[in-house]
């Protein structure tokens, strides 16, 4: 993997903490027993489908449709709600633990080229009560420049490629 310089060096001082925020998956750690089963589930189902995106992202050819923006959320001191976030230019994809505990996915697409696969995923192991598909403000690809401009370097690589 190698990694990208952000656009802007200030972006490393943004990130850095103010104040401690109240995370909400720590929250959900008191949840109802079937509740905490389903969003162990959902972290699974998180990690396995990123894998499986990752592997396809990885037989694109051209570098820039693999440069990838990853953030583990957990750790991040602004956001009380995220979990984790992958971006590609062509997809958005976005765990958070809502305010009544319960995990959930949001993503969006924009002329991706695995879509149909990465829906018949979604669809065979979520259930469409904890997905969300998110329209982001703009356009997507607005969006992403503004994510790969804001995020520190360390969070932004491309995906090495491999043919199959």
Request: hydrophobic share 30%.
């Amino acid at each position: 993997m190698k990694n990208f310089e952000s656009a802007n060096q200030e972006t490393e001082l943004r990130n850095e903490p103010q104040r401690p925020v109240l995370k909400n998956y720590k929250l959900a750690r008191r949840a109802l027993p079937l509740e905490k089963a389903i969003n162990e589930g959902m972290e699974y189902m998180y990690h396995d489908l990123l894998k499986r995106i990752k592997k396809m992202y990885s037989t694109l050819p051209n570098e820039a449709d693999r440069l990838v923006v990853e953030i583990d959320c957990k750790n991040d001191p602004f956001d009380p709600d995220g979990l984790w976030c992958f971006f590609t230019p062509h997809l958005y994809y976005h765990v958070r633990c809502n305010y009544v505990e319960r995990y959930e996915v949001d993503y969006q697409f924009h002329n991706c080229p695995f879509e149909n696969e990465i829906r018949a995923w979604f669809k065979r192991v979520l259930h469409p009560m904890y997905t969300n598909e998110v329209s982001k403000k703009p356009d997507y690809p607005t969006f992403y420049q503004r994510v790969l401009a804001y995020q520190p370097k360390e969070r932004i690589y491309t995906l090495d490629y491999c043919k199959i």
